[in-house]
């Protein structure tokens, strides 16, 4: 079993910046991946960000690229995603979310943390 908490939402607002964090616990792999997933109301739920722990080069989708930042402390084993330059589109319930196989499925995640960017 694998533990994630994210942290670190809150009301921002646009053109801001917002830290979000995640720490994960539990059993340990040889290598795995770690993504941000979010929701925004009446939508989907989205891919965000995601790094290989091994590696550390994280990928982003179009949508936050530039202006969101994922990068991680081994020591802490957290992952961060650093958000500038918030827009009112941005606001969303962000999940972290662990792909243990790396297939590309992820089988735990965590409880989200609320983003809500205001004007």
């Known amino acids: 079993q694998v533990q994630l908490v994210e942290s670190g939402g809150g009301l921002v607002q646009a053109g801001g910046s917002l830290r979000l964090s995640c720490a994960a616990s539990?059993?340990?792999?040889?290598?795995?991946?770690l993504g941000w997933f979010r929701q925004r109301p009446g939508k989907e739920r989205e891919f965000v960000a995601r790094v290989v722990w091994n590696f550390g080069i994280p990928n982003y989708a179009d949508s936050v690229k530039g202006r969101f930042t994922m990068f991680k402390d081994n020591a802490k084993n957290t992952v961060y995603l650093q958000m500038n330059s918030l827009k009112l589109e941005d606001t969303a319930v962000y999940y972290c979310a662990a792909d243990i196989t790396m297939t590309g499925r992820y089988d735990y995640w965590g409880q989200g943390t609320q983003v809500t960017v205001s004007s």
């Open positions: 539990g059993r340990t792999f040889s290598n795995y991946a």
